[in-house]
């Protein structure tokens, strides 16, 4: 099973790029689930035309009980992705994090990898926080590979420098090891230079290079990936050669 958590600067398109990824290996014929680790929730929206689904966190702030099955925190997506956001605390109350803990034993509850078996996992994971909560799809086994999503702006660079050093500081202990890093362009003066320059630093391989494009506003402006909406332009296509990597990756080792 491939197991991957994208992490990232706040704002830096890792949504964008986990759900396209999300439909990319759905095309390639891979069983998919998408967690949205994030109190807005908004992970999997555009894998669902534009409709959230029921934040877990939400659900169970709104029921006096459990949720008995699946269905019931979930909704299906474009190429049959199965579509979870955790959600987070009442705005101003509680810990983001701690929702992230408790949707993951909520899931672990509901035998979701048993019953589901799917070939691909992705984990959306808040921003550029590794620490506690943030820190369980790689702490604790859910992920097995990180993939840093960064531009070439310097404040998102230094949190992809965070999040590498992090991820190793556990390598240790045999968790996740980041696989490499996702250039999201943001078109500023020497770019590729300088994420080149910081993956060649920290050891890493920038694994994709997602041009800026108008096809992605204009997709998600419909509720939808750059996959499912225009799958021969040029983004989309860097986003399924990603996935097929990872596919023949995970098939050699």
Sequence with gaps: M????????????????????????AILGKKVIQIGC???????INLLGGTPVTPVMDYLREHDDEPETIEK???VGFGNVLCIETGGP?????CAGRGIITTFHLLEELKLFEKYQP?????????DVVCGG?????????????????SGEKMALYAANNIANAVKNFEDRSYARVRGIIMNRRNVENEEEKVCTFAKSAGLEVV???????????????????????????TAKCFLALAQKLIDEEETA
Excluded at 138 to 149: F, M, N, T, W
């Design 90 to 94: 009442t705005p101003g109350l509680g």
């Design 2 to 25: 491939i197991k991957i958590a994208l992490y990232g600067k706040g704002g830096i398109g890792k949504s964008t790029c986990t759900s396209n990824l999300a439909a990319a290996f």
């Design 134 to 150: 943030f820190a369980a799809p790689i702490r604790e086994g859910y992920a097995s590979q990180v993939l840093i999503v960064t």
């Design 73 to 75: 925190i979930s909704k």
């Design 38 to 44: 994030d109190p807005k929730a908004d992970s999997t």
């Design 119 to 127: 070939d691909v996992v992705l984990y959306d994971v808040l921003g």
């Design 208 to 234: 994709a290079d997602i041009p800026r494009s108008a096809e992605i506003i204009s997709c998600e402006d419909k509720g939808m990936t750059v996959i499912q909406g225009d799958s021969d332009c040029e």
